[in-house]
């Protein structure tokens, strides 16, 4: 007598191998990139663009669209102040990994974390200052100083969330 359960089972593992094998007759060469990073850590997209190369002048963003038409920029040739009371995220800045002059983002009351700021790794000029942006828990700036690699001078943060940083981080204000 057949066993109906093992059968299924079998069955079953026999379908799901099959939806997980290497199809190389596929008009795409099997090779369909399904990336979707809908995580929120600190990582960036594999598909995003980072080919604008740098940004030529001093930026003033005021707008979720100004900051949208920085994505893909590399660096920033001159400052860069982030004053947007509507951004809800920096992710357009993913790609950016050095600002020429000072950085400022301050006056942002519905920024939360700073996960577009992932790749920057140099403020060169006129300092940090981060400031007055109530949901932004200050482990956030802890982080981002953590991953420059040089602290700039001078280094400007207050009048953010303050919260229990655990563990703290190194160069935690």
Do not use: F
């Not at 596929?26 to 090779?31: K, L, M, P, Q, W």
């Not at 809800?88 to 002059?101: K, N």
Request: hydrophobic content about 30%; aromatic content about 4%; glycine content about 10%.
């Amino acid at each position: 007598m057949i066993d109906i359960k093992n059968l299924l089972l079998g069955l079953a593992l026999a379908v799901v191998a099959a939806g997980c094998s290497d199809d190389s007759s596929r008009s795409d060469g099997g090779t369909t990139d399904s990336d979707v990073d809908t995580d929120t850590d600190t990582d960036t997209d594999a598909d995003t663009d980072c080919s604008q190369g740098e940004y030529d002048g001093d930026l003033d963003v005021t707008t979720q669209t100004d900051l949208e038409t920085l994505a893909g920029y590399t660096s920033i040739a001159g400052y860069l102040s982030i004053h947007c009371a509507s951004c809800t995220d920096l992710i357009a800045l993913s790609c950016l990994t050095s600002v020429g002059g000072y950085l400022n983002v301050y006056d942002n009351s519905a920024l939360v974390d700073l996960d577009g700021l992932n790749a920057l790794t140099s403020v060169v000029g006129g300092g940090l200052h981060i400031y007055d942006n109530g949901g932004l828990p200050d482990c956030e700036i802890c982080d981002l100083l953590d991953q420059l690699a040089t602290a700039p001078t001078p280094i400007d943060v207050h009048d953010n969330q303050s919260d229990a940083c655990t563990p703290v981080p190194t160069n935690c204000p």
